[in-house]
């Protein structure tokens, strides 16, 4: 597709069930990123996938939080035994890979809101 | 520890005049700096980007500065119009590729 696809839109889940959010990056984009931003924060980093490097889960809140990006292509957020802090909305963002600006931009998709009851 | 601080919840200015957003960095490794605007309900939009290596940047009605001995940095756009009312973020990027980004400054530009 021409941009960064996430779904679904919108989830409403109760507390202690499992979710999955699911991004689709931009063709032939190597990196992916996962976000979310919680109310009246800014962006928080989560995850972020190159290639096929291992890749880097140094922004994962806990270990309810995992991810994984099959074919090097489409990314599965997965939230486990969500809680109500983990309402938040929840953004995917790819880029291609190099050195200058033109290669570091991230594009965003529209992200997925999530409320936990 | 915040490494990237928009201090500026809010900013409100008239129509045809200028805005200016303000960002302060703690981290000097950052080597790329980048602002996004965002609208409700929708994912932020890349505006414009500096290297550390560069003190301005300019792309039409937007102009970033970048101070690196103050870590500072700040995004001009002028002459503001009504359809720049939005949230605008600051970010910098990591070793890992990864933006770190500011909590974002709510832009309203008034007709």
């Known amino acids: 597709g021409a941009g960064v696809s996430q779904s679904p839109s919108n989830k409403v889940t109760e507390k202690g069930k499992d979710v999955e959010l699911r991004c689709d990056p931009i063709?032939?984009?190597?990196?992916l990123y996962w976000y979310r931003q919680s109310l009246g924060q800014g962006l928080e980093f989560l995850i972020y996938f190159q290639g096929n490097s291992a890749p880097d889960k140094s922004g994962l809140p806990s270990d309810r939080f995992s991810a994984e990006r099959t074919g090097g292509s489409v990314s599965t957020l997965t939230i486990q035994r969500t809680q109500q802090e983990d309402s938040a909305v929840y953004l995917c963002?790819?880029?291609?890979?190099?050195?200058?600006?033109?290669?570091?931009?991230?594009?965003f998709g529209a992200g997925t809101r999530l409320s936990v009851l | 520890d915040q490494q990237v601080k928009q201090n500026s919840p809010s900013l409100s200015v008239q129509e045809g005049r200028i805005s200016i957003l303000n960002c302060d960095y703690t981290n000097s490794m950052f080597d790329y700096f980048l602002w996004y605007k965002k609208y409700p309900a929708e994912g932020p939009t890349f505006l414009i980007s500096?290297?550390?290596?560069?003190d301005k940047n300019e792309d039409g009605r937007f102009t970033v500065f970048l101070n690196k001995s103050a870590k500072h940095l700040s995004l001009h756009i002028v002459p503001s119009q009504p359809g720049d009312s939005a949230v605008y973020f600051c970010a910098g990027r990591g070793s890992q590729g990864n933006l770190i980004f500011g909590k974002g400054t709510k832009l309203s530009v008034k007709p």
């Open positions: 500096i290297s550390s290596i560069k």
């Open positions: 963002a790819s880029s291609l890979v190099g050195t200058g600006e033109v290669k570091n931009i991230q594009y």
């Open positions: 063709s032939g984009h190597t990196a």
